[in-house]
């Protein structure tokens, strides 16, 4: 496909320039992609506000970002054609990280930690533009019902599914989910699906506890604000006093605020589990208390990037068991993704999941 396109091109911190550029040509075994919609992720945010590098050569732009990515297939490449997967007109979403699958990770399967990955919207460019390119291992049909918006939330949904994975819920377990944004609160539905007894939604604002609510919480604490009316002084104490005075069996971090990494060895119960999934900062530091985690036999976790669990996002979505439309509270034109971002750091309270939708 000729011509032009338009394009948010990030450079460096705080500069993030609206601009025409070609329209990227497919090789033999891409697919472009007319993006529908574009998730504005944490990362995003990091990239754009300077508190994180790029995976480019040298960590800096010019680069299209953003990596939550649906739409449609404009073309493809000449080798994908002849073996028939994806056509014109196609509706699509696209996973990410782009592993080499040749280094010592990748033979291993341990594809998350492939070290020569090329990720859509981070080391290439991605999908704040009318088009991006993929190669077509990473490309996913949307299935039937389900929205470019709701599409555009595949990616996270499938890094979701891979925090639960290791998160282990059995039959009856109370698991606390301490952070409600957009991941949280669909791993609050996930947890659910895997047979929790009991969902506990901890977070530091209101507004996206009444969301935990919405869709499906059985109780939600404010761990922060003692105005509210969800305030507990001692997360500990309030989920004994829901769960028969026991404290939780699972607990999964989806936030990376030092607070919630204390809470997390608080609220947890002798042979827990915790999973750490919030993304830190280079800087910081886990305090373990280690006599407690170690006599209480508890599992400590981490989780990155989706190994494996698209196919399993990919089923979730087309069952329409979760409620992603209350997650994604703002929506913005392409030309105003740099207004999106912004928005999104700021302090406004009442929001959870921006979006590019073009």
Known sequence: MKGNMSANVFYEKERMDFTQLPIPQPGEN?????????????SDIAYYYGSSPLETTDGKGPLIIGHEICGEVA?????????GYFKPGDRVTVNPPQPCNVCANCRKTKVNLCEHTRTVGVSVNGGFAEYVKVNYANV??????????????????????????????????????????????????L?????????????????????ALEVGADAVFNTVDP???YYTFDIREAVAQINGG?????????????????????????????????LPGEKDIIEVPALETLTGDKTLKFSWLAPFTWDEAIK???????KLKPLITHTFSLDR???????????KKEKIKGMIVL
Do not use: W
Not at 31 to 37: C, F, H, S, Y
Not at 143 to 169: I, R, T
Not at 255 to 272: I, L, Q, W
Not at 316 to 322: D, E, I, P, Q, R
């Open 246 to 278: 026991m404290p939780a069996d699972k607990v999964i971090v989806a936030t990376a605020a030092k607070k919630a990494y204390a809470d997390a060895f608080h609220v947890s119960g002798k042979g827990s589990t915790i999973v750490f999934f919030g």
């Open 227 to 229: 105005s509210s009316g």
């Open 316 to 322: 979730v979505l087309s069952l329409g068991k979760l």
């Open 30 to 42: 891409e697919v472009l992609i007319r993006v529908k919609a574009c998730g504005i992720c944490g």
């Open 140 to 189: 996913f049909r949307l299935p039937d019902g389900v929205g470019y918006e709701e599409g555009a939330m595949a990616e996270p949904l499938a890094c979701a599914c891979y925090g639960v994975k290791n998160l282990d819920v059995k039959t009856g377990d109370t698991v606390v989910v301490i952070g409600a944004g957009a991941v949280g609160l669909m791993m609050a539905q």
């Open 75 to 83: 073309e493809v490449g000449r080798e994908v054609e002849r073996k």
């Open 191 to 211: 947890i659910r699906i895997r047979g929790a007894g009991r969902v506990i939604v901890t977070a530091t604002r209101d507004y996206p506890l009444h969301k």
């Open 337 to 347: 993704a740099r207004e999106g971002i912004e928005f999104m750091h700021s302090g």
